[in-house]
């Protein structure tokens, strides 16, 4: 009789127990938690963000790139915002400073304006603002001066923030540039999946409202340098305000409140009318965006607005103002993690 051959073996599978899930949940939670508490969240994003530009340069990603070996890739994502700092300081000497000083000056100008919102009015409307509207307008001049005050320390800051998220860029590049053994340790993989989880959903919040922040910035450049204009109209501060608009309108919600509320003030300093045309036009927009904002944001992280606000609000109540910025993104994560174990 032939002789018989015995069937190949099965491949061994890895059955992760229920104490590594938890243990990989707890080690997320508290790096999330953690990055909150220690100011380290710019590193955070940058390394998310070093990870997927590499990820873009080997042309294996959303983005399809040259298609450059992990290691060049790295070396290139690694290398380029030193080149741009480089050039920036050699041909942009005090450039920070002077933006810094031009949003303190929109700043104090906020405030003059919110002072004098009364003798900005038609007299018929005035005399019907409650008299204690006038406690409220002081209290906000005082707060608008306070924050154009702590912009003065924003040099140190941004050098702090700038050091700590080139590391993390550093860090997220290397991750893709370096060759990784395969394993079998439970807890590694378990880690890797949750790493894994956490890019993703930085990749669908933040893409998605870079490009709806872009699109609002260019509308608002268009109205402010175009339309006005055309009816004799010139607002002060417009570069500003376009900056502010697209930075604002990376975080979601309320972002964009925040530069429709300024725009429309700064709107009101020219004339009550101006102030009006730029609240009517903003309430458009942001219905534009609001559609843009479900079909792209929603769509891809299936998440509606009240979630949103809900995850911020929070957020900022326990971790101030990273906390309404990393909330978006710690609530796309924790739903991705309740959809891939089909709890949601």
Same mark, same amino acid.
């Given at each position: 009789m032939p002789k018989q051959i015995p069937p190949a073996p099965c491949p061994k599978t890895i059955s992760t127990t229920d104490p590594v899930k938890i243990a990989s949940y707890t080690l997320a939670f508290l790096l999330c938690v953690g990055t909150l508490r220690y100011?380290? /969240?710019?590193?955070?994003?940058?390394v998310c963000l070093g990870y997927l530009l590499a990820v873009a340069l080997t042309g294996k990603g959303h983005i399809k790139g040259p298609g450059l070996s992990p290691a060049v890739a790295a070396a290139v994502v690694v290398l380029l915002p030193l080149i741009g700092l480089g050039l920036l300081?050699?041909?942009?000497? =005090?450039?920070a400073f002077g933006v810094v000083g031009q949003y303190q000056a929109l700043l104090h100008y906020l405030a003059s304006t919110v002072l004098e919102i009364r003798e900005k009015l038609p007299a018929d409307l005035a005399i019907h603002l409650p008299d204690g509207l006038t406690?409220?307008?002081?209290? $906000?001049?005082?707060? /608008?001066?306070?924050?154009?005050?702590? $912009? #003065?320390?924003? =040099? #140190?800051?941004? /050098?702090?923030?700038? /050091? $700590?998220?080139?590391?993390?860029?550093?860090?997220?590049?290397?991750?893709? =540039? #370096?060759f990784r053994m395969p394993t079998s340790a439970p807890l590694?993989?378990?880690?890797r999946t949750r790493a894994g989880h956490f890019i993703e959903a930085f990749r669908q919040i933040v893409v998605a409202q870079f490009w709806i922040a872009a699109v609002n910035a260019f509308f608002t450049a268009v109205f402010l340098l175009a339309v006005l204009p055309l009816f004799g109209v010139h607002m002060p501060y417009i570069g500003e305000l376009v900056t502010l608009t697209f930075f604002a309108g990376l975080i979601p919600i309320v972002g964009n409140l925040l530069c429709n509320s300024v725009i429309t003030l700064v709107g009101v300093s020219v004339s009550p009318a101006v102030g009006l045309a730029c609240l009517v036009f903003l309430i458009l927009i942001h219905k534009t965006e609001y559609i843009i904002n479900a079909k792209i944001l929603g769509k891809q992280t299936? #998440?509606?607005?009240?979630?949103? $606000?809900?995850?911020?609000?929070i957020g900022e109540a326990v971790f101030g103002l990273p906390g309404l910025v990393a909330a978006p993104l710690y609530y796309a994560y924790v739903k991705k993690e309740l959809q891939a174990a089909r709890l949601v």
């Open positions: 100011g380290l /969240l710019p590193g955070l994003l940058a300081l050699a041909n942009a000497k =005090g450039m406690e409220a307008q002081v209290w $906000l001049a005082a707060y /608008l001066k306070s924050k154009a005050q702590a $912009l #003065t320390g924003f =040099g #140190t800051a941004g /050098l702090h923030g700038f /050091l $700590l998220a080139y590391v993390g860029l550093v860090v997220g590049a290397l991750i893709k =540039g #370096t590694r993989l378990e880690i299936n #998440t509606a607005a009240w979630e949103l $606000l809900a995850a911020m609000f």
